[in-house]
């Protein structure tokens, strides 16, 4: 081997690591363009490197290889998901995921253990060419640890450890002065359609179907993501408890089984509701075991749940294989069902609280219902911009058919986002911090409606506002009610978005042993 050929390899495998490094800890990025680039210096920087490259290693090798297995599953989750959420991981492992799999995030997995495996090639044969194993072998050991996301949220969490925090003390309960005729609440989680996607410079009309909606009600733009609110779960229990998912410490391995044991301390949307008299649904493509729905429902008097498991054991074999996507039913089949199950209630004297909690938008493994794709069978989507336009197909429709056949009780409508998508190329397109959740209310048969059609609030606010936000538009409480961490938007008193700011709300949310406490009882620590 020449000096030339020596200092070419150098280069390549130097130049291979760098690359490799950008595009694990940079999700948004799109390996592809990579790829292939990146395996031919690898080939060329072997073949000029010759045998020196493939020296005997030292046990020392060991120490890198540790710290890369530590990383592959966090580096996969980041490029999963955009970025990576350590509460929701721990929820997942806690309350199970029953039904889902790895169909749809094969990039991510390969993507993950490729470029890991590439980190680790090069500074092996780095090591080699130029003599220095320890430090070559120590260094790389060094930035994966570094570069590892767990260590950001473990520094994270570590910093904020000495942050104090009065968000314990924050908690309120909901005074209800309900009207004479109660009305009927329809709730349509749009999963990941966020604001983000209003941006027509970026994606096109795709979010033009809303803007009728928005006319027609009140629609609210300061919508942030807050710890503890990033996952379906947590957006529901945030717009309906007003608390984010904050973690439930050594309870959750002591009450696991109990599923009345879900935040039993606190007073939800339907807990509320139920003490009024109303039917409560929730009507989900997937399984109501996933995440733990099962414990929120069991706790908060949930009367209906339409999962995944109910509809495929009433409908036909085929029609659920043609409508399954991985581990989830599409949305066309489960409108369908809300539909349905919107009439059946409709002859029944008692008001309605009814969710549907949509799935084609999710971010890596978005969905297209069987409408939409080619072979008339749901499917994973090319792209997040079709599977919105393909949602929105689904849900237009629906409401369609809720304004065209409502009942004489008044009826109040509420579309809106559960998180931020999930999709990491967002994070490449808006920044985190000018990412807004969707949310917009509008109401049908109301003789008068708490604001005119076609208002718009831009106050600072985060997901924990929507609960009592929704209270307080159908009438149910003051336009001043507060549940929760939330404050309605109609309301004079000041969210804590407003008070704290972003940053501020975030570092007190996590760790927050008296929070967790508050929200769950006791046994947190």
């Given at each position: 081997m020449t000096k030339y050929h020596k200092n070419v390899a150098v280069a390549g495998f130097v130049a291979l690591i760098f690359v490799s490094l950008i595009v694990l800890f940079k999700p948004g990025l799109d390996s592809m363009e990579t790829i292939q680039p990146a395996i031919a210096v690898l080939l060329v920087s072997l073949y000029l490197g010759g045998r020196t490259v493939w020296a005997r290693p030292p046990k020392l090798i060991w120490l890198p290889i540790i710290a890369a297995l530590v990383a592959i599953p966090f580096v996969i989750l980041s490029r999963a998901f955009g970025s990576f959420l350590v509460m929701s991981l721990v929820f997942h492992a806690q309350f199970g995921i029953e039904g889902a799999d790895f169909a749809g995030f094969g990039q991510e997995i390969f993507d993950g253990v490729l470029y890991v495996c590439l980190v680790l090639l090069g500074a092996y044969a780095l090591s080699n060419l130029l003599s220095q194993q320890k430090a070559f072998y120590s260094l790389a050991t060094v930035v994966l640890i570094v570069l590892n996301p767990l260590t950001w949220y473990l520094v994270e969490y570590g910093k904020n450890q000495s942050i104090e925090s009065d968000l314990h003390l924050q908690l309120s309960e909901a005074e209800l002065a309900p009207p004479a005729v109660l009305p009927d609440i329809i709730y349509v989680y749009l999963e990941g359609l966020e604001r983000g996607f209003e941006n027509s410079?970026?994606?096109?009309?795709?979010?033009?179907?809303?803007k009728p909606y928005e006319e027609m009600g009140v629609t609210f733009t300061g919508l942030h993501e807050i710890n503890g609110t990033g996952w379906s779960l947590a957006g529901t229990v945030a717009t309906q408890c007003g608390v984010p998912l904050v973690p439930t410490g050594l309870r959750a391995y002591k009450n696991l089984d109990e599923k009345a044991d879900f935040m039993p301390s606190r007073a939800c949307l339907t807990d509320l509701t139920a003490s009024?008299?109303?039917?409560?649904?929730?009507?989900?493509?997937?399984?109501?075991?996933?995440?733990?729905?099962?414990?929120?429902?069991?706790?908060?008097?949930?009367?209906?749940?339409?999962?995944?498991?109910?509809?495929?054991?009433?409908?036909?074999?085929?029609?659920?294989?043609?409508?399954?996507?991985?581990?989830?039913?599409?949305?066309?089949?489960?409108?369908?069902?809300?539909?349905?199950?919107?009439?059946?209630?409709?002859?029944?004297?008692?008001?309605?609280?009814?969710?549907?909690?949509?799935?084609?938008?999710?971010?890596?493994?978005?969905?297209?219902?069987?409408?939409?794709?080619?072979?008339?069978?749901?499917?994973?989507?090319?792209?997040?911009?079709?599977?919105?336009?393909?949602?929105?197909?689904?849900?237009?429709?629906?409401?369609?058919?809720?304004?065209?056949?409502?009942?004489?009780?008044?009826?109040?409508?509420?579309?809106?986002?559960?998180?931020?998508n999930h999709d990491p190329g967002m994070s490449e397109t808006v920044a985190l911090s000018d990412r807004r959740n969707t949310l917009i209310m509008f109401s049908l048969g109301m003789?008068?409606?708490?604001?005119?059609?076609?208002?718009?609030?831009?106050?600072?606010?985060?997901?924990?506002?929507?609960?009592?936000?929704?209270?307080?538009?159908?009438?149910?409480?003051?336009?001043?009610?507060?549940?929760?961490?939330?404050?309605?938007?109609?309301?004079?008193?000041?969210?804590?978005?407003?008070?704290?700011?972003?940053?501020?709300?975030?570092?007190?949310?996590?760790?927050?042993?008296?929070?967790?406490?508050?929200?769950?009882g006791t046994d947190t620590e």
């Open positions: 410079n970026v994606f096109g009309d795709i979010y033009a179907p809303l009024l008299g109303y039917q409560n649904s929730y009507v989900m493509g997937g399984s109501q075991n996933f995440g733990g729905f099962d414990h929120f429902f069991s706790a908060h008097n949930f009367d209906n749940i339409v999962d995944m498991n109910a509809v495929s054991e009433r409908r036909d074999p085929d029609e659920i294989e043609a409508a399954t996507i991985s581990w989830h039913l599409d949305d066309e089949m489960m409108l369908i069902e809300a539909r349905d199950l919107y009439e059946t209630k409709k002859t029944q004297d008692a008001p309605m609280l009814m969710m549907i909690l949509t799935y084609g938008p999710h971010g890596t493994t978005s969905g297209l219902s069987r409408g939409c794709s080619i072979s008339g069978r749901a499917e994973l989507a090319p792209d997040i911009s079709s599977a919105i336009a393909c949602t929105l197909k689904d849900v237009v429709p629906f409401i369609d058919h809720l304004s065209e056949n409502h009942r004489a009780r008044p009826t109040i409508v509420v579309l809106g986002s559960d998180h931020l003789a008068d409606p708490l604001v005119p059609p076609g208002t718009r609030i831009d106050r600072p606010a985060s997901m924990v506002d929507v609960f009592p936000t929704i209270l307080a538009y159908a009438g149910l409480t003051s336009p001043n009610v507060q549940a929760g961490l939330g404050r309605s938007m109609f309301g004079e008193p000041p969210t804590i978005m407003e008070e704290k700011g972003l940053s501020r709300f975030d570092s007190e949310l996590f760790p927050n042993p008296l929070l967790s406490e508050a929200v769950w």
